[in-house]
């Protein structure tokens, strides 16, 4: 069966996207009815499909890569519709949470862009983010003096007018026809594993802002917490994976966002205090 222009990303909830498929056939197609859907797919039951998307039936693993064979869906979208059944499927909150994280990282993957390396002077000052972030949206031309005494971290309206030619420079950030700033990608990425000198330079530079913040910002505006823990390196593992799962789904928070008017850092950290060849690093 053709997929046409339905897409499985538009859908958190696999049901509906099954029923949405079989809307959009019975549409086209005049005949077209629960039974043969059915068929089509492989069931030999004519009202499994029904029951399945009215609630009535969950899908085991035999039938869902009949479905996901039948729909022609690519490697992709059949990994975010498995996703899908397992988080509308789960028994426990853990497992309700983690795969929520997966849906959220690869529905995101679709709206990253990756900076590409002539890039990388983005991170060369902690607040060229900020900056990206604190003129979208403002028309120009840009008060450089108020957005300078916006920002906590004292940075100079000569520093601001800097960043913001950079930023153009760079392609982050464009001037539409409306005289309004605009960012050309809603988030950017860099891969999760680079060692770039001047992507720790900046990590650095955030660190000492976050320390600063625990006297400068009162408790009810920020939040720190701290956990001390024993783990073995598969654990170790999936502490990080699942951070960067946790940052991804949060980029999600932010695409749907709407009326913003702060600009914040989140910062997540995970590191070893004690001696192990598992996180040895050579810089």
């Known amino acids: 069966m053709p997929k046409n222009n339905l897409t499985v990303f538009d859908y958190i909830d696999y049901r509906l996207y099954l029923c949405a498929y079989y809307r959009l056939h019975k549409e086209t197609e ?20 029904k029951l399945v998307m009215d609630g009535q039936r969950n899908l085991g693993k035999e039938s869902l890569e009949k479905i996901t064979q039948g729909l022609n869906l ?8 498995s996703y899908l059944v397992f988080f509308a499927q789960a028994k426990s909150a853990i497992d309700k949470n983690y795969y929520f994280g997966l849906i959220a990282a690869t529905r995101s993957r ?14 060369k000052e902690w607040y060229y983010p900020a900056v990206r972030e604190l003129i979208s949206g403002k028309t120009d031309p840009l008060d450089y003096g108020a957005l300078s005494s916006t920002l906590e971290g004292k940075v100079s309206a000569a520093k601001i007018r800097k960043s913001v030619e950079l ?15 605009r960012v050309s990608s809603p988030l950017l990425n860099t891969a999760d594993e680079l060692n770039s000198f001047s992507i720790r330079r900046y990590h650095s ?11 400068t910002i009162a408790p009810h505006g920020r939040e720190f917490s701290h956990l001390t823990v024993k783990v073995s390196p598969d654990g170790f593992s999936k502490i990080k994976h699942r951070l960067q799962q946790f940052r991804e789904e949060i980029l999600q928070m932010v695409l749907g966002d709407t009326h913003t008017s702060e600009v914040c850092h989140v910062n997540f950290q995970l590191y070893p205090i004690t001696k192990s060849n598992v996180h ?3 810089f």
Do not use: C
């Not at 992709?76 to 519709?81: D, G, K, P, S, V």
């Not at 679709?110 to 991170?123: A, G, M, R």
């Open 110 to 123: 679709k709206n990253i862009v990756s900076l590409t390396p002539d890039q990388f002077e983005y991170f």
């Open 74 to 81: 690519n490697k992709q979208e059949t990994e975010y519709f």
């Open 280 to 282: 040895e690093t050579s």
């Open 167 to 181: 930023l153009k420079r760079l392609g982050l950030i464009i001037l539409d026809e409306a005289k309004v700033y």
């Open 205 to 215: 530079e955030v660190l000492t802002i976050a320390r600063q913040s625990l006297e």
């Open 30 to 49: 005049r005949s077209f009815s629960h039974r043969l859907m059915a068929s089509r797919l492989g069931f030999t039951s004519p009202n499994f499909l």
